[in-house]
């Protein structure tokens, strides 16, 4: 059974600074990962999708990383905004290839301007 | 593309009553998530459906909660006799396949508060 820790919980950055969110999953036979980001009260927004082909993904200021065989993705921030204060999910598959996703707790960022 | 709509955003409802929350995934997609996210906590896979069929409902509560996705219309998770700890945030995501090889897309979630 997969189990996605992400920690730690919250972080408070000032504006401007490069900053990196970690997340590990136990079960390393996975197809993907996936990043989101859900904002208070709202949904989740898909941020990248990493396929276990693929070692990163870039997408305007986020890069995300993903070394199955350290059980092991981090989300990249770039010069980070106020805007970026969000909640940060990641997820994994149930198991392999099952479509069900395992989703860590969260980090909670918070920039400060 | 309206993506994935859920509807009510927010529910209230008595306890002992029944709630219906409803979910039309993007267009094109026939695999349907419906995820919980109770306070303080990740959010939880429930039931995963396809067009007329329960794939897998190995996060669902064994009474009180159901779930179906008609040959047409949305998918609607249903919760009878609700409890104060039913309470939570429910998301429905989407997907063209059932292949993880594609991504999910998420809707804005039901909020569902009992009192």
């Known amino acids: 059974k997969q189990e996605v820790t992400q920690i730690p919980a919250a972080l408070s950055v000032p504006e401007g600074e490069n900053l990196v969110l970690n997340c590990s999953f136990t079960d390393s036979a996975i197809y993907n990962l996936q990043w989101f980001r859900q904002d208070p009260g709202k949904g989740l927004t898909s941020l990248l999708l990493i396929q276990s082909s693929q070692r990163e993904q870039t997408s305007g200021r986020l890069n995300a990383s993903l070394d199955k065989s350290s059980g092991r993705s981090t989300l990249y921030i770039a010069a980070s905004q106020p805007g970026d204060s969000a909640t940060y999910l990641c997820?994994?598959?149930?198991?392999?290839?099952?479509?069900?996703?395992?989703f860590g707790k969260g980090i909670t960022l918070s920039v400060r301007p | 593309n309206a993506g994935v709509m859920q509807n009510p955003r927010h529910l209230v409802r008595r306890r002992g009553q029944e709630a219906r929350l409803r979910c039309s995934p993007m267009k094109g997609h026939s695999h349907v998530y419906w995820y919980r996210q109770l306070p303080e906590e990740g959010l939880k896979f429930m039931v995963y459906?396809?067009?007329?069929?329960?794939?897998?409902e190995s996060g669902m509560p064994k009474e009180r909660f159901s779930a179906e996705f008609p040959k047409e219309g949305p998918s609607i998770l249903r919760i009878q006799q609700v409890v104060r700890g039913d309470s939570a945030a429910y998301f429905c995501?989407?997907?063209?396949?059932?292949?993880?090889?594609?991504?999910?897309?998420f809707g804005s979630g039901t909020r569902l508060t009992v009192v």
């Open positions: 995501a989407s997907s063209p396949t059932g292949s993880p090889n594609y991504g999910y897309t």
């Open positions: 997820a994994a598959p149930y198991t392999g290839a099952n479509s069900k996703l395992t």
């Open positions: 459906l396809q067009k007329e069929n329960i794939i897998d």
